[in-house]
């Protein structure tokens, strides 16, 4: 496997839009891939917003914004992805649908292409599976807003060659993250700990605890810069919903149950501030 030079972002919603402008400021050829033309529209919108915010910091030129936007090419077709050297899946997270992406991606793609996927929960060897090229399939879960986050989780499936780690640990290093190694079972390593904590303060606010309460001494008496309802908000209850409902059945353990007030509010529409309301209103 050569240098990673042209990449592909499968998903243009939060996350795929957030890794797409990691990897075109790092100086990567990138192909941005949705459905939906309109998705694909806010999110290059949202990068050149993003992109001129550090502009006014001064933290990049404005040369160097457009240089970033000029390096992505937003398509509606997996095709345009016939040349790419890596991909990241950045899809709904769903198993069905994450495995019929990669069985797409292993018949369009070039045989050495890397093929990755942002899951936070699901198997990457089950992902693998669906291929012919398991050893060239790996987990790179970034965390939200990707800009931002220095952490980027690199999962080996089962039959994940070391040579496909080594290339993702250095192109993660590349685009200035951090790495650490998860190991394959559901939620990894973050979001194995995270996610529990946040079901566990569900459930207090279920008691009749109040969120603004249960956050405040969170953020007061461990130090966490955001509340963990808060968090959770952020990245998405319908998203939280899935990953501890995916945690309770792998692990099969009565811990991981999610709390009813959860299922409630995704049932309601409350996804958080994407829906405009959650634990808050937005």
């Not at 936007?69 to 790419?84: F, K, N, Y």
């Not at 019929?100 to 089950?126: G, K, Y």
């Not at 939620?187 to 008691?207: D, H, I, K, S, Y």
């Not at 968090?231 to 999610?258: N, Q």
């Amino acid at each position: 496997m050569g240098e990673i030079r042209k990449i592909m972002v499968v998903g243009a919603g939060q996350m795929g839009t957030g890794i797409t402008q990691v990897f075109a400021q790092a100086g990567h050829e990138m192909v941005l891939v949705d459905l939906n033309e309109q998705i694909l529209e806010k999110s290059i919108g949202n990068i050149s917003s993003m992109l001129e915010r550090s502009v006014k910091k001064e933290r990049i030129t404005a040369e160097q914004k457009a240089a970033t936007l000029a390096r992505i090419t937003p398509t509606l077709s997996l095709e345009d992805g016939q040349e790419v050297d890596f991909v990241l899946e950045a899809v709904t997270e769903d198993t069905e649908i994450k495995k019929d992406v990669f069985r797409r991606l292993d018949s369009i793609c070039q045989p050495n292409a890397i093929l990755a996927s942002n899951t936070s929960t699901i198997s990457i060897t089950l992902l693998g599976g669906v291929t012919e090229r398991p050893d060239k399939v790996i987990g790179m879960h970034f965390f939200i807003p990707a800009p931002v986050m220095k952490l980027v989780e690199i999962i080996k499936g089962l039959n994940t060659s070391n040579e496909t780690f080594e290339q993702t640990q250095k192109l993660s290093g590349i685009c200035g993250k951090e790495s650490v190694e998860a190991k394959d079972y559901a939620a990894f390593t973050v979001n194995r700990l995270l996610v529990p904590m946040w079901n566990e303060a569900m459930f207090l606010v279920m008691e009749g605890n109040k969120p603004e309460e249960v956050d405040k001494a969170m953020r007061l008496g461990a130090n966490f810069p955001m509340g963990p309802l808060e968090l959770a908000d952020f990245a998405g209850l319908d998203t939280v919903l899935s990953v501890i409902e995916t945690m309770h059945e792998s692990f099969g353990e009565s811990k991981y149950r999610p709390c009813p007030l959860l299922k409630k509010m995704v049932e309601a529409g409350q996804y958080g501030r994407k829906s405009g309301q959650g634990f808050y209103k937005y």
